[in-house]
């Protein structure tokens, strides 16, 4: 008889390992650092957007990779874990200005030096009209320079001969001529074609209905707006008729009139940037003590003195928009010239022709990038470039508060300010 043997024991000297696998795969995975967020956060400013909307008071703005990301009242914005934190707390936030109407220097260094002077001033973008020639204007264009605002421009105007102004512009006296000039600028894509149409009180011969018509009528073809120079009411109507896209200064000889207000309401996409002449007033300077050498700011201290006639002439250019704005003619904003604070004073001749604060900074911001065609600037809001100016008072109970700058942020990068302002006053005391 054969004996079985019995089971051999199993053996228990992997349970334990056995139990620390089981044990492993059921724990939670360890936990991973999140990545560091590249946002800042800017809490408790009052924010004007830009659009006409009401302001946003005690508001939360998310700023990430050169956008805003999230613009609301506080405690409605999802803010990122770990993002800088910036107080505004008693500030206003605006949109950067836009100033449509420039004339800028031409040659790189130069022309950057301006555009840094707007910077410093909340410029985000500006626009040279019809003096810009050279290879430099077009490279700069091209490129985003830290710090310098967005640079646009019309290449040459176009106006008729002008003999002892200015020599840059297209001089043309036939139909055929001013077809010419266009078709060159449509090449060279310049992003506006301005026209003059003005005597220059009495001294050239003016450009005509039918030269201004073929300049229009050619843009047009070749997918381009024009913006026209003028001083007379006439010449207003005329180029309404013939389809002018702009206004690059308002009626200066006499205050419109119905039939004028018109043939703006049958042109509702029709842009008035007024342009305004000085008030004729005297007015405190010193604020602009971080860019002008002490003796240049005494010199033009010295030159802000009552003058009754440019007074009058403010007075007729002042009714007009008002009238045009309480129409609902679109306005925009330039300056003309080249001063980096000149949009300030701009934007207090506006309120003083009758525009509210509100309406003066819609102007200046998002009605502007408007019509530079700049679809991603001119507003606080999600998903545009970050470009805004931090002031330490509110504009809206007084528009001289766009002075009171402290942060200039173009594309999310804050401006030394303090070193351009160094630069310009060669360490000399401010």
């Known amino acids: 008889m054969i004996r079985m043997k019995a089971d051999t024991p199993r053996t228990t000297a992997g349970l334990p390992l056995l139990l620390l696998l089981l044990a492993a795969a059921c724990s939670s995975p360890p936990e991973v650092a ?134 840059i512009p297209y001089w043309i006296t036939t139909e055929e001529e001013a077809r010419t000039a266009v078709q060159e600028l449509a090449a060279l894509e310049v992003d506006i074609v301005k026209i003059w149409v003005d005597d220059r009180g009495g001294q050239f011969e003016k450009m005509t209905p039918e030269l201004y018509t073929a300049v229009i009528d050619e843009a047009h073809q070749h997918g381009l707006r024009v913006t026209a120079h003028i001083f007379a009411l006439e010449d207003a109507k005329g180029l309404l008729l013939a389809g002018i896209d702009a206004f690059a200064h308002g009626v200066r000889d006499q205050d419109v009139d119905d039939e004028f207000v018109e043939l703006v309401r049958e042109r509702p996409d029709v842009v008035l940037v007024p342009n305004l002449p000085g008030r004729g007033v005297a007015e405190d300077l010193s604020w602009l003590s971080g860019t002008i050498p002490p003796d240049e700011l005494a010199e033009l201290q010295a030159g802000s003195v009552d003058r009754p006639e440019a007074q009058e002439s403010f007075g007729i250019q002042a009714r007009n928009l008002a009238r045009l704005n309480q129409e609902g003619m679109r306005i925009a904003f330039g300056t003309d010239g080249n001063a980096g604070w000149s949009p300030h004073l701009e934007m207090a001749d506006m309120v003083a022709s009758g525009m509210t604060p509100h309406e003066v900074i819609v102007a200046a911001t998002g009605n502007s990038a408007a019509f530079m065609e700049l679809d991603d600037t001119g507003t606080v809001e999600a998903g545009k470039s970050a470009d805004f100016v931090v002031l330490e008072a509110n504009p809206l109970d007084d528009i001289a508060n766009t002075r009171a700058i402290e942060a200039v942020y173009l594309r999310g990068e804050a401006l030394d300010r303090a070193a351009l302002s160094e630069r310009w006053l060669g360490g000399g005391t401010q």
């Open 34 to 167: 999140p990545e560091p967020s590249t946002a800042t956060v800017y809490e408790g400013a009052r924010v004007i957007v830009g659009d006409g909307s009401d302001p946003i008071e005690n508001a939360t703005v998310v700023v990430d990779e050169g956008r805003f990301v999230a613009v609301g009242a506080a405690g409605e914005v999802e803010t990122p874990e770990g993002a800088a934190q910036v107080d505004l707390t008693g500030r206003t936030v605006i949109p950067a200005l836009i100033d449509t109407h420039v004339h800028f220097p031409v040659e790189r260094e130069a022309l950057i030096d301006a555009l840094e002077r707007k910077a410093y001033y909340g410029v985000g973008a500006a626009m040279g009209l019809g003096r810009d020639v050279g290879d430099d204007v077009y490279a700069v264009r091209a490129e985003t320079i830290p710090g310098v605002p967005r640079y646009r421009h019309a290449g040459r105007g176009i106006t008729t001969p002008e003999p002892g102004r200015t020599e």
